[in-house]
Antibody, heavy 121, light 108 residues
Framework: QVQLQESGPGLVKPSGTLSLTCAVSGGSISSSNWWSWVRQPPGKGLEWIGEIYHSGSTNYNPSLKSRVTISVDKSKNQFSLKLSSVTAADTAVYYC??????????????WGQGTLVTVSS | SYVLTQPPSVSVAPGKTARITCGGNNIGSKSVHWYQQKPGQAPVLVIYYDSDRPSGIPERFSGSNSGNTATLTISRVEAGDEADYYCQVWDSSSDHKVFGTGTKVTVL
């Protein structure tokens, strides 16, 4: 079964760039799935950040679009997130997840365990 | 943008039934999915396509969706069901992946 694992620095300085990677195991990132990033500020709800297909096609949350870049590395079976110009408001647990899609809907399953990123000097 | 509203909290005694609502404009025209999140853990899918259960999810979890409200029902509640629950839809008109505000279920 597919498993996802996030990795990256747990501390980023204000105005810097947050960089995370999601390693996919138990399946191929080149399968017919989109792959997403979702974040959750401490004590708050879930926010979708963006998604990528193995072809490199991406879609982003309009509220973050100007600062987000998601990329894929098929040779390593992983995808990555970069969020620039971070502030304390970007402090959150960041999750990667596989999308399951149909013509009319989509849901997220499974999810990675999540990684806490704190923005602080 | 599309908004999904959930009650902040629901309390239920063990063995009783918990109902968690998810309100949205004409949500009955969309498919709703539900996630359970225990403290310090990642969300887990418990209901998809309004009422389907992934393998490994107990039959005690069920879902319905009509009009402006979707509902997640947990029957015969157990202490292990204590968690935050989130609804989620895909708003095709904007291609937004939208989560509800979340509901904390407390088992008394």
């Amino acid at each position: 079964q597919v498993q996802l694992q996030e990795s990256g620095p747990g501390l980023v300085k204000p105005s810097g760039t947050l960089s995370l990677t999601c390693a996919v195991s138990g399946g191929s990132i080149s399968s017919s799935n989109w792959w997403s990033w979702v974040r959750q500020p401490p004590g708050k709800g879930l926010e979708w950040i963006g998604e990528i297909y193995h072809s490199g096609s991406t879609n982003y949350n309009p509220s973050l679009k100007s600062r987000v870049t998601i990329s894929v590395d098929k040779s390593k079976n992983q995808f990555s997130l970069k969020l620039s110009s971070v502030t304390a408001a970007d402090t959150a647990v960041y999750y990667c997840a596989r999308e399951r899609t149909t013509v009319t809907t989509l849901w997220f399953d499974p999810w990675g365990q999540g990684t806490l990123v704190t923005v602080s000097s | 943008s599309y908004v999904l509203t959930q009650p902040p909290s629901v309390s239920v005694a063990p063995g009783k039934t918990a109902r968690i609502t998810c309100g949205g404009n004409n949500i009955g025209s969309k498919s709703v999915h539900w996630y359970q999140q225990k403290p310090g853990q990642a969300p887990v899918l418990v209901i998809y396509y309004d009422s389907d259960r992934p393998s490994g999810i107990p039959e005690r979890f069920s879902g319905s969706n009509s009009g402006n409200t979707a509902t997640l029902t947990i029957s015969r509640v157990e202490a292990g069901d204590e968690a935050d629950y989130y609804c989620q839809v895909w708003d095709s008109s904007s291609d937004h992946k939208v989560f509800g505000t979340g509901t904390k279920v407390t088992v008394l």
